[in-house]
């Protein structure tokens, strides 16, 4: 269990495949929403809408002919073709990690032009596999793999329009199945759905740490007494360490604690006073 855990090619045809049961723009939309520059900025640069899904493939595969007449075959992990546009997917196992290539994108552009040929605009989705994912590695990646794919199609006529390349990690992946989940009207058969998907991203070990505001904490427990609240209840956006102060010491734990953001003066005061009702 533990080497299926640690495969990329089970986690993505367990998200992708299940999510292909839901209605078409669907993951699509999922997606798009998971992109960097839509977290980023708010604005995703994938179009809205892209029609219906004409074609879904897990690692196809094409060949790729080099200006040295040499074949070679290349094999993205999926391949989605809509109405409006072609979708290709390099799904990589971690988040976190450097673990796409420009060269290896490349490649699955050019086999894509060679083998399809130019027609419908092509977005090809990094996913996982990202040391940092920010808009600025994004636009890095973009340029790395435009250098690639300019030197593999030097033989090829001008492609239009250019691909455009999108990062999307795996948490933002499963932060958008969850949202769809918290906003959207759904049918049961629609949230079976989701909730399988979230809970192949548990069985991969993917979590969504939000960090917890303190103040935000604070504002939950604010009108309860501390020896009536439920702690188990309250609605905590991500573990919080519960370290307690060592006996005789005025240091709280929430003082030490390394991975919690700092507070506003609100917050603390009242943490210390409720902390002092505690005692």
């Given at each position: ?121 092509v ?37 239009a ?45 993917i ?37 307690p ?10 003082r ?24």
């Amino acid at each position: 269990l533990d080497d299926y855990r640690d495969r990329e090619d089970p986690l993505t045809f367990f998200v992708f495949g299940t999510l292909l049961y839901l209605p078409t723009d669907w993951l699509w939309r999922i997606l798009r929403s998971a992109s960097v520059e839509e977290s980023a900025a708010g604005v995703s640069t994938l179009p809205d809408a892209i029609g219906a899904l004409e074609d879904a493939q897990f690692w196809p595969s094409w060949w790729l002919t080099s200006t040295s007449g040499l074949r070679r075959r290349v094999e993205p992990d999926v391949f989605l073709s809509y109405d409006a546009c072609d979708v290709i997917v390099e799904a990589k196992r971690h988040d976190g990690q450097q673990m796409q290539y420009p060269a290896q994108l490349a490649r699955e552009l050019a086999a894509y032009f060679q083998t399809r040929g130019v027609g419908k605009p092509v977005y090809l989705l990094a996913v996982g596999g990202m040391h940092g994912a920010d808009p600025q590695a994004t636009q890095l990646l973009r340029q790395a793999v435009s250098d690639e794919l300019a030197a593999l199609l030097s033989s090829t006529p001008v492609f239009a329009p250019s691909p455009r390349i999108e990062v999307v990690p795996w948490v933002r992946v499963l932060r958008a199945v969850r949202a769809m989940l918290d906003t959207e009207a759904l049918s049961r058969e629609h949230r079976a759905i989701l909730d399988d998907v979230a809970a192949v991203f548990r069985l991969h070990g993917i979590v969504d740490s939000q960090p917890t505001w303190l103040f935000d904490l604070a504002k939950s427990i604010s009108d309860h007494r501390l020896g009536a609240v439920d702690w188990a209840r309250l609605p905590w956006r991500a573990a919080v360490p519960a370290r307690p102060a060592r006996k005789g010491s005025s240091e709280h734990w929430w003082r030490k604690a390394a991975d919690l953001r700092p507070i506003d003066e609100r917050a603390q005061r009242l943490f210390e006073r409720l902390a002092g009702e505690r005692r």
